[in-house]
C-alpha cells in the first residue's frame, strides 16, 4: 500500500528562525517521486519542493530543503529564515505507480 | 486564465440532489484526479483518469462517479448528496510521476 504520514498537525516558529516539517512514507513502488505543496489561505495548491527517489541528494529551492532518507523513508522539509507569508498548510505527497498519495498535512503558524 | 479550472467555486446544496463539478485544464496533460479534502486527514483520492477511456476508483469513490468528457474535461458526480460529503473538492492535472501536479482552485461544497 502507498501511505504517507505527517505527524505534527500544527507546527510554529519564530520569523527569521528555521522549523522542520516531518513526514513519511510508503510504498512497494522503485520509481517514485517526493513532493512539498503549501496552501495557504487562498486554498491554491502551490509546489514547494520536488525530490527524484533515485537521486541521493537532497533537494533546495531557495530558504526551502528537504532531509531524504530513502531507507528510512523518511522526507522532512526545512524551511530556513522563516517568514510571514510561510503561514499555511505544508502537505507531504508521493507519487509512484499511477496515483498521487498525499499526507494529512502539518499547519505552519508564524510568530512576528 | 487559470490552467485547471474548477466549477463552480462555491456551492451548497441539499441533501438527496445531483450535484455536478466540472474541471477543465490547457495544460495538455493526459492525466487528471479528483480529491476531497477534508481537516485532519489531507487530500484524498477519489477518482482518477489517463485518458478519456481509463478511468479508475482512488481511495473513496463511493458516493461517486466521474465522466472524462475529452482529454481537457474531467467531472465530478455526486448523485444523491449527504452530510458527510461536505468538503473541499480539487481537480488536478499530471504529465506523469516525474511532474508536480497541478490543482485547481478548488470547489467548497456544502451538503444541508
Known amino acids: 500500500a502507498q501511505t504517507v504520514t505527517q505527524s505534527q498537525p500544527e507546527m510554529s516558529v519564530q520569523e527569521a528562525e528555521t522549523v522542520t516539517l516531518s513526514c513519511t512514507y510508503d510504498?512497494?513502488?522503485?520509481?517514485?517521486?517526493l513532493f512539498w505543496y503549501k496552501q495557504p489561505p487562498s486554498r491554491q495548491m502551490i509546489l514547494v519542493i520536488r525530490?527524484?527517489?533515485?537521486?541521493?541528494q537532497n533537494a533546495t529551492e531557495n530558504r526551502f530543503s528537504v532531509n531524504f532518507q530513502k531507507a528510512a523513508k523518511s522526507f522532512s522539509l526545512k524551511i530556513s529564515d522563516s517568514q510571514l507569508g510561510d503561514a499555511a498548510m505544508y502537505f507531504c505527497?508521493?507519487?509512484?505507480?499511477?496515483?498521487?498519495?498525499f499526507g494529512a498535512g502539518t499547519r505552519l503558524f508564524v510568530k512576528a | 486564465d487559470a490552467d485547471v479550472t474548477q466549477t463552480p467555486r462555491n456551492r451548497i446544496t441539499k441533501t438527496g440532489k445531483r450535484i455536478m463539478l466540472e474541471c477543465s485544464q490547457t495544460?495538455?496533460?493526459?492525466?487528471m484526479y479528483w480529491y476531497r479534502q477534508d481537516p485532519g486527514l489531507g487530500l484524498r483520492l477519489i477518482y482518477y483518469?489517463?485518458?478519456?477511456?481509463?478511468?479508475n476508483k482512488g481511495e473513496i469513490s463511493d458516493g461517486y462517479s466521474v465522466s472524462r468528457q475529452a482529454q481537457a474535461k474531467f467531472s465530478l458526480s455526486l448523485e444523491s448528496a449527504i452530510p458527510n460529503q461536505t468538503a473541499l473538492y480539487f481537480c488536478?492535472?499530471?504529465?506523469?510521476?516525474?511532474?508536480?501536479?497541478?490543482f485547481g482552485q478548488g470547489t467548497r461544497l456544502t451538503v444541508v
Open positions: 488536478a492535472t499530471s504529465q506523469g510521476i516525474r511532474t508536480e501536479a497541478f
Open positions: 525530490q527524484e527517489a533515485y537521486k541521493q
Open positions: 495544460k495538455g496533460h493526459d492525466r
Open positions: 510504498t512497494s513502488e522503485s520509481d517514485y517521486y
Open positions: 483518469s489517463f485518458d478519456v477511456k481509463d478511468i
Open positions: 505527497a508521493n507519487t509512484g505507480g499511477f496515483k498521487t498519495i
